[in-house]
Every structure is written in C-alpha cells, then in structure tokens.
C-alpha cells in the first residue's frame, strides 16, 4: 500500500469514527429514553452487543449507567443480559444528550500503559547480554525452560533463542559436573 492510500484509508477511519461515535450516541440516549418509558433495557442490551471489538465499551455502560434507569447486571445471567432495570432512577435525558458517552472512562495514555511484552522482552535480552558479557547466571533448569518458553511465545529474535539453548547446554554441563 503506498502513502496516497494510507492517508486516504486513514481520512476514511477518522470520518467513519465520528459518524460511529454519533451514532452509537444518538442510540445510547433513545435506549436511555426507552429504558425511563417502558422499564425495558433490552435495547441497552443490544447495543452493549453490537459495540465493535475495537470500540470503549465500558465508556458506553458508564454513560447508560450514569444517565438511565440502567444498572449493571452482576447476576449469574450477566452474559446474557449486562443490563438490568433500576426502579426509581431519575433519568435526566438534557443531561444524557450534552455529555458524549466516549468521554466516559477515558482511555489512558500510550506511555501510562503497562506494556507486559516490552517488559518480558526487556528481560531476555539483559539475559541475552549477560550471556555475551561471560556473566555466571544464577538460574533454576525450570527457570531457564521457562525463560525458553517466553522466548518462543513472544516470537524474539533468533539469536535470544539460540543463547538460552547454549546456556541450557552449559547448565546440563554444570549439573553433570
């Protein structure tokens, strides 16, 4: 894909974001509405249902909790139905219409996020460079396997792979000793 493509797809996810968030907003107020007429949070329910994988679904059952006669299900059927009704909830649907449901729980910073890949990576290559630095390693054979698995599952470079075999060869030859 070349750079005209990529900032077009790109101005095509911004629009189709907004027109999302407004849509998803629109709907939220009318499942609000619906809840505080008919004592029903089956529409709630739905759209909790059609949020997309990448979408702040939280933030939406927030805003409906916070505005409607919605309260969050934590019953055995929550699977079925996130929502339940809330007798005597005054709902303020100005309020529901002025304040956006995305501003709910707002997504942390890139930087703030706990980045637990980085960090394990991080881990195999002090490793790696203690190795290649003659350090004596200080480490179990379950340890050592373990740090193998974590190479594997993280896809690290071959190169990380290939010194914790050596050194599994050199803790097999230390045991032996």
């Not at 101005?11 to 968030?21: F, P, Q, V």
């Not at 079925?80 to 005597?88: L, N």
Request: charge should be positive; aromatic fraction near 6%.
């Amino acid at each position: 894909m070349d750079i005209k493509q990529l900032n077009s797809k790109i101005k095509l996810i911004r629009t189709n974001g907004a027109k999302l968030d407004a849509l998803i907003q629109d709907v939220a107020v009318g499942c609000i509405e619906h809840a505080a007429a008919h004592g029903d949070v089956r529409p709630a329910n739905q759209l909790w249902e059609a949020m997309p994988n990448g979408s702040r679904r939280n933030a939406l059952g927030m805003y409906l909790c916070q505005y409607g006669a919605v309260r969050v299900n934590t019953g055995k059927d929550k699977e079925q139905s996130r929502f339940k009704f809330q007798k005597d909830f005054e709902t303020d649907i100005t309020a529901a219409r002025a304040v956006m449901w995305y501003s709910f729980k707002p997504e942390k910073d890139l930087a703030e996020e706990f980045n637990l890949s980085g960090k394990l990576q991080s881990l195999l290559k002090a490793y790696n460079k203690a190795l290649s630095d003659g350090q004596s390693i200080k480490a179990t054979p379950d340890e050592i396997q373990l740090l193998k698995s974590l190479a594997a599952a993280l896809r690290v470079q071959d190169n990380i792979k290939a010194t914790i075999k050596l050194e599994e060869l050199k803790l097999e030859e230390h045991l032996a000793a």
